[in-house]
Structure formats: C-alpha cells, structure tokens
C-alpha cells in the first residue's frame, strides 16, 4: 500500500535559518504529492504541490521538489521566520481513480523558530 | 469561492453522552468530503469517506458513524462517547471527476472535543 514517512521533530531552529523536513513515500505509478501547513488551534493549509516528476511546488518561500528517483519530497526555506512554526504534514494522493481518491498522510514534523 | 464549515469550535461531552458533529460546504457541488481525527500531538487518522449522498465508507472500525443527508452536509456522531474519543475532528472535501488525483484537499477549522 501507498505510506509517507516524514522526520519526527519537533524541529528547533533559531530566526532566518535554513529548514529542511524530509519526506520519502511508496507508492506505485505516479502519485501527486502535498505539503500541507497547520498552526497551532486551526485545520490544515495546503502549502504546496507537485503533481509529476521534476515539478516544484513553491509558496511563501517554501519550495519542494518531486524527485521520483528518490521517491522523496523534501520541503526547504531558505529564512525562516517565527511565524512558520507550526506542523508540517507530507501527503500523496493515488494517480488510480481508487474511490473517494483518499490522501495518505505522514505522521508531521513540528517545527519551532526562535527569535 | 468555496468555503468549508465546522462546529462546534469546541465541545466537552461526558463519557456516554451522544455526539453530533456537523461540516457544510459552501461554493461547490457534490464533492468528495471526508472527516479526519488528530489526537493530542499525533498525525490524522482518516475516519470516515463519501463519494456521494447516503455513500459512506469507514476507515476504522469504532463507536463513531457518519452520514451526509445532503450534497454539501457530513455529519459525525455516536450514541455513546468513549474517553478515547478525544481529539480535534477534522472534515475536508475535495473536488470530484476528471484527474482526481491531482487535487488537493480542503480542510475546515476543526472541532476540538474533550470527553470527561
């Protein structure tokens, strides 16, 4: 079956430093892939994503690319700031029309930006 | 636009008490819609799924159903809360036909239910 493994955090890191969370998936065929973004109390906001190989999702600063060679996903900001902590969910949806065409989720890494 | 509703915000039911949960979508026709739940500190765990009215399918077995009376209306509920009911419960929908893999859920703003 189709998994998303995503490092555990929490994540700490002090104001305008470079954050990585990494994301790897098994799936078969060709999946699109999510990086989803939930702040403390809220439901969760699609960050970004990528729907074939070599594509790059990008928003706010946060860019990840589908490498399907590595079968990974990883998520960058080169700066960031205080108002990024929150969690961060890794997801892939099925390219097979399964019904209800659910998405599975990663665990969430936490991340903490200090000032 | 599409908008995505929950409520209650927040809920506390003692253990045995009846639940009814309730998530409206606003601005599209006949989604797929979905209600997740997150425990303290934990990732999602998908709960229930519909593809269309009266079409429900569980992930999980549990004391927890789910009905969608209407198009755009998924509702969760219980006869009898269970301690472990606890959590923030989460509905999403998400667009129907053509390449649906490539879509992106939608997510409300969650209720937060404490079962005492």
């Known amino acids: 079956g189709n998994s998303v493994t995503q490092m555990e955090g929490p994540v700490t890191l002090s104001e305008e430093a470079f954050l990585t969370i990494n994301c790897t998936y098994t799936a078969t065929g060709y999946p699109s892939l999510f990086w989803y973004v939930q702040y403390p109390g809220e439901g969760l906001q699609l960050l970004l994503k990528a729907t074939k190989a070599d594509d790059k999702g990008s928003n706010k600063g946060f860019e990840a690319t589908y490498r399907k060679e590595t079968t990974s996903f990883h998520l960058e900001k080169g700066s960031v700031q205080v108002s990024d902590s929150a969690v961060y969910f890794c997801?892939?949806?099925?390219?097979?029309?399964?019904?209800?065409?659910?998405?599975?989720f990663g665990g969430g890494t936490r991340v903490l930006v200090k000032p | 636009s599409q908008t995505i509703h929950q409520w209650p915000a927040t809920l506390v039911q003692p253990v045995g008490s009846p639940l009814s949960l309730e998530c409206t979508v606003e601005?599209?026709?006949?989604?797929?819609l979905y209600w997740y739940r997150q425990a303290a500190g934990r990732g999602l765990q998908l709960l229930f799924y519909?593809?269309?009215?009266?079409?429900i399918s569980s992930e999980v077995p549990q004391n927890l159903s789910a009905s969608r009376p209407q198009d755009r209306q998924f509702i969760l509920s219980s006869k009898k809360l269970l301690l472990s009911d606890s959590g923030f419960y989460l509905c999403?929908?998400?667009?129907?036909?053509?390449?649906?893999?490539?879509?992106?859920?939608?997510f409300g703003p969650g209720t937060r239910l404490t079962v005492t």
């Open positions: 519909s593809v269309g009215i009266g079409q």
């Open positions: 997801a892939l949806s099925d390219w097979r029309k399964a019904a209800g065409n659910k998405l599975t």
């Open positions: 999403a929908w998400r667009r129907r036909g053509g390449r649906e893999s490539l879509y992106e859920q939608y």
């Open positions: 601005g599209t026709s006949n989604p797929n």
